[in-house]
């Protein structure tokens, strides 16, 4: 069983810049995908970026060159850096991650762990 707690969320000017954490319980990094979710009111859940037991990174085209995710398996945590922020990027942020490989990492119904989320607010 995976447990995961999200923190880093906040209030941000356009522009700014924010550092999601999420560490992880019940299992080590190297060896399981994780990925990072958004959800903005009255959207979908969709994905922002995931990395896999490898390293290899997969990011979605809106955050790409802005938002970097990476991993410390020492800490056993997840990071997701967020530089440029926008409008568009306020959204409950989420954690998830899986034992098994996805492919489609950036599909939520790859993955079976989820964290309760972390509110990202941009204010323009």
């Known amino acids: 069983q995976v447990q995961l707690v999200e923190s880093g969320g906040g209030s941000v000017q356009a522009g700014g810049s924010l550092r999601l954490s999420c560490a992880a319980s019940g299992y080590t990094l190297p060896y399981i995908s994780m990925g990072w979710f958004r959800q903005a009111p009255g959207k979908e859940r969709g994905g922002v970026a995931a990395?896999?037991?490898?390293?290899?990174?997969s990011y979605a085209d809106s955050v790409k060159g802005r938002f970097t995710i990476s991993k410390d398996n020492a800490k056993n945590t997840l990071y997701l850096q967020m530089n440029s922020l926008n409008f568009e990027d306020t959204a409950i942020y989420y954690c998830a991650a899986d034992a098994i490989a996805p492919m489609t990492p950036l599909r939520s119904y790859e993955y079976n762990y989820w964290g309760q989320g972390t509110q990202v607010t941009v204010s323009s």
């Open positions: 990395i896999a037991s490898d390293g290899s990174t």
